[in-house]
């Protein structure tokens, strides 16, 4: 089997995957638009959306030091 042919399991219905391709898929989608991720620049604290492949510099002031924000998830290690 070839790797073009090779369609990953979505989320949806089987049936969208029967033409063998991986077209509609919602890999071929995430891929194609990418993830936002949240930054602060470290100059101005504006708050800067990039995604891959966005050149890493403020939209505001152009300094190119961004930090990543802190997850609003809880976070909890176990220590021993």
């Given at each position: 089997?070839?790797?073009?042919?090779?369609?990953?399991?979505?989320?949806?219905?089987?049936?969208?995957?029967?033409?063998?391709?991986?077209?509609?898929?919602?890999?071929?989608?995430i891929?194609?638009?990418?993830?936002?991720?949240?930054?602060?620049?470290?100059?101005?604290?504006?708050?800067?959306?990039?995604?891959?492949?966005?050149?890493?510099?403020?939209?505001?002031?152009?300094h190119?030091?961004l930090?990543?924000?802190?997850?609003?998830?809880?976070?909890?290690?176990?220590?021993?």
């Amino acid at each position: 089997m070839s790797r073009e042919v090779y369609a990953p399991p979505t989320l949806g219905t089987p049936s969208a995957n029967a033409g063998g391709g991986a077209s509609g898929s919602l890999y071929t989608s995430i891929d194609q638009a990418g993830p936002l991720t949240q930054y602060l620049c470290g100059e101005c604290n504006a708050k800067v959306q990039l995604k891959k492949g966005d050149p890493i510099r403020c939209k505001e002031c152009g300094h190119r030091v961004l930090y990543k924000e802190r997850t609003k998830r809880m976070v909890q290690f176990e220590a021993r």
